[in-house]
């Protein structure tokens, strides 16, 4: 399954980052191939409806879970529609390597 | 200008079914137009009347004031009413809400997370896979729910304190002169 994970930079040493619509790269993890790939965010700087538009960039990549520090209103019951699991981390010190070490329990 | 925002409320689930529909003698006859009940009303039965919880709690739990709580209730009770006295339709529709699924906590990695499966039930966590989860259950006889903004006042020197719910305002003394406290 596929898991995303908002972070703060493009190396694995980065830390996650706190918001969802306009985090700076998304980790898109696969939890049977273990392969990852970091996309830039590219609704970082828009005016408004960043987070649906990172929603749909999600759902285009099949995402079954996503893990960020917090999620706005309007995303939340956007995100219970499509199946797509919210795993909130209020922890901004943790980095992406220690989030996938927990993620292959 | 545009009129004053209002806050999205929160409904945990969606109703189960889409409204109801009289039966009887004289209903064949009658052909009014249906009650819309909005899916913030729903909620405010749902917490309040089914959930029996008081309005400080309920209001909590959708994310809205008290007195904003209240006047969603009494708008619910009287569409429900005129339904019923009138022999009309209900359907269930709309409303400024956003719905909300179960969350749960998991006490190994301290993380939240959302179950869109209802169906299935939850035994591990999402994250690190231990089985030390709780759900967010909201039972406020353990948090403790007990001051929100309200005030009690004293008649004779106008010393306020904060209102603890669930003790009479006149059954406290002011400290200042020991006069009986009254609700402000």
């Not at chain 1, 493009?10 to 996309?39: H, P, W």
Request: aromatic letters at 8%; a neutral charge.
């Amino acid at each position: 399954m596929k898991v995303a994970i908002t972070s703060t930079g493009n190396s694995l040493e980065s830390t996650i980052d706190q918001r969802f619509g306009r985090c700076a790269y998304f980790v898109i993890y696969d939890n049977e191939s273990k392969a990852m790939e970091f996309i830039p965010n590219p609704y970082k700087e828009s005016k408004e409806d960043a987070g649906t538009a990172s929603v749909q960039l999600m759902a285009s990549r099949n995402v079954n879970k996503i893990i960020s520090g917090e999620f706005g209103i309007k995303i939340k019951s956007l995100l219970d529609s499509l199946k797509i699991q919210m795993i909130v981390l209020k922890q901004p010190e943790k980095k992406i390597t220690e989030i996938i070490e927990l993620l292959n329990h | 200008m545009s009129p004053r925002i209002r806050i999205l409320r929160k409904v945990l689930n969606p109703p189960i079914i889409n409204g109801f529909k009289p039966y009887g003698q004289e209903s064949e006859k009658l052909n009014l137009e249906s009650i819309n009940l909005l899916y913030e009303e729903y909620e405010a039965i749902r917490l309040s009347d089914y959930d029996a919880l008081n309005h400080h709690e309920a209001s909590i739990i959708m994310g809205v004031s008290r007195p904003t709580f209240t006047r969603i209730y009494g708008s619910a009770l009287q569409k429900v009413a005129k339904a019923f006295v009138e022999g009309r339709q209900i359907t269930i529709k709309g409303g400024q809400v956003y719905f909300d699924s179960d969350w749960y906590t998991c006490n190994t990695c301290k993380c939240y997370f959302s179950n869109p499966e209802k169906e299935k039930n939850v035994e591990n966590c999402s994250l690190c896979g231990s089985q030390q989860i709780n759900e967010i259950d909201y039972n406020y006889d353990e948090i403790g729910i007990t001051q929100g903004n309200d005030l009690c006042v004293c008649p004779n020197c106008g010393f306020e304190q904060q209102h603890q719910y669930g003790k009479k305002c006149n059954q406290e003394k002011c400290p200042t002169c020991g006069t009986t406290m009254k609700r402000a």
